[in-house]
């Protein structure tokens, strides 16, 4: 199972930072991506990270501002996220998959962790 956390509500401009934590299963030869999907919006790529940690990809919209990294001795993934604007308000998933290519696709990811709110107000 994956089990993301940290989200909450937070004023633009701050910063929260999320993890994804696997419990059942490790997380070594997998990329991890970050999903986030607003209401009345469709599923969106944030970021995505090999096992290794060597290649991450992110979307333009955090390009900067995001930044995803992992720890594997604790088999979680983590997404901080600075200078937060309104629109990065959503329920923010993480998912894994097997391999080493940086999909940004939801439907190229096998498992998923259930989401984490993340408010930010203007």
């Known amino acids: 199972q994956l089990q993301a956390s940290g989200g909450g509500l937070v004023q633009a401009g701050g910063s929260l930072r999320l993890s994804c934590a696997a419990s059942g299963r490790t997380l070594s030869s997998s990329v991890v991506g970050w999903f986030r999907q607003a209401p009345g919006t469709e599923r969106e790529f944030v970021a995505a990270?090999?096992?290794?940690?060597?290649?991450?990809t992110y979307a333009n919209s955090v390009k900067g501002r995001f930044t995803i990294s992992r720890d594997n001795a604790k088999n979680t993934v983590n997404l901080q996220m600075n200078s937060l604007k309104p629109d990065d308000t959503a329920v923010y998933y993480c998912?894994?998959?097997?391999?080493?290519?940086?999909?940004?696709?939801?439907?190229?990811?096998?498992?998923w962790g259930q989401g984490t709110q993340v408010t930010v107000s203007s």
């Open positions: 998912a894994v998959r097997s391999g080493t290519f940086l999909y940004t696709v939801g439907r190229n990811y096998d498992y």
């Open positions: 990270i090999t096992w290794s940690g060597d290649r991450t």
